[in-house]
């Protein structure tokens, strides 16, 4: 009775199974053939330690970057198999004339085979005949010119070249200060200077020394490593084809030893003679210089952010390793540096976009030209907010956002004028005028300083005395 409806529903249920099993023999079969494929693949495809280096992931861009650098491939001349058979190829063969050599003197010639071959001549041939022959004989005795290279023209062609340089020990500080970039890092330890000197403390000479030594070290530090990563960018642009590791004038160990000796003891004199605290923003500072903006560069335009953010540390270092802790005027100093960066550093690449560009770097002025304008303006008006700011953190007194006013309203102008503009010309006069705007900002500063609560107690003048009718009374 139930035998007919039993058989069908096993044979749907068999039907299916079957067909599931099938699905499954194909997906394994496809999986089988690609670990096949997988390895059988070519064996410079497979992942390799350099793969894991960290200095290639540093000098090759990824496949999906836009600015990829790639090696020109060498032009291989192709080989044209010509058909002699056809004759319209001959269309496309450059024919080369003959040349007939000099005859230098008459070939000997019997007077029979002179008779028939030459010609009786008339007195005018025989005078243009005579000529010629002259002037063949001159040609002939003449001495071919060659081009002698004196040795002057020797040395400068060899010097064009590149080539690995001797290490001169009397070349060695020129080399190291060249590597430290010793005008950015004096830039780096004047901020820290000023950060000290704006700490409302008494002054240490002694501590004032060794904060400042040991910031200067670790910006040698910071400078040195960001030179050993971006040799291979470096060796494209105009700007820095010259630092020391591009030429090849120091060893990588050699630079890397060197930042070495300024980072561990510049980052240990600031931990165990100054304080924890600043050994560890000295410490931060060099990470973020070396692991984050470096990097950066080449990977988006946050990197003139993150570069602010490190510039602005060295003042917060100073105040910390005068005071000990971190205060609204420390972070108040940082917010100056910060702000400065845009336009000084904006300006300065607006005119090196070329270069950058050639050298594979994300810069706003490469990428973003109008962000780049519209951010140096931005940070420019902020200088004077900050400068209205100080007075009430307590940091001036009230008379220096008043004197500080004209040199904020002149480089606000200039951003200005940048951002209309967008040439060349303005983008210089912004940037000249970030180089004096910064000191003259600070020593304001430090002239307007408001004097501590000790020096104010002893600035006041006593009580006076009461007099003789009020203790009567």
Known sequence: MYKTPCSRLSGLVGASVKQKLVQNVLRCNQTARGLIQLHRRDPSDRPTYQHLSFLKRQYVAKNNSELLQRAVPKHVP??????ERDDSVEMRVERIPTIDPVVTGPAPQSEAVARTTQPEVGPAAAAQKDV????????????PHIQVESDEAREARLDRQWKQLKVNVADLPDIYARLAKIKLTALVVTTAAAGYAMAPVPFDPLIFFVATLGTGLASCCANSINQYFEVPFDSNMNRTKNRPLVRGQISPLHAVS?????????????????????????????????????PLKRLSITNTWVGAVVGAIPPIMGWTAAAGCLEPGALL?????????????????????EDYSRGGYRMMSVTHPGMCRRVALRHSLALGGLAALAPALGVT??????????????????????????????ARKLFFCSLWHLPMLLLLALTCKKPRADQ??????PPAAASPLALQS
């Not at 192709?78 to 058909?83: A, G, H, N, R």
């Not at 010629?132 to 001495?143: D, F, G, K, L």
């Not at 400065?340 to 090196?352: G, I, R, Y």
């Open 397 to 426: 007194t009230w008379t220096f956002p008043v004197v500080s006013l004209p040199i904020n309203l002149y480089i606000s102008l200039l951003a200005f004028r940048f951002y209309r503009q967008g040439d060349r010309g303005s």
């Open 456 to 461: 104010a107690a002893d600035a006041a003048p």
């Open 333 to 353: 100093l940082g917010g100056f540096l910060y702000s400065w960066q845009f336009p000084h550093f904006n300006a300065l690449s607006w005119n090196l976009r």
């Open 78 to 83: 192709v080989l044209t198999i010509v058909d």
């Open 132 to 143: 010629a022959s002259r002037s063949t004989a001159a040609i002939s005795h003449e001495t």
């Open 258 to 294: 060197f930042a070495l000796a300024c980072g561990v003891p510049g980052v240990a004199l600031l931990t165990l003679a100054v304080n924890p605290l600043t050994g560890f923003l000295g410490a931060l500072n060099i990470v973020l210089y070396t692991c984050c903006y470096t």
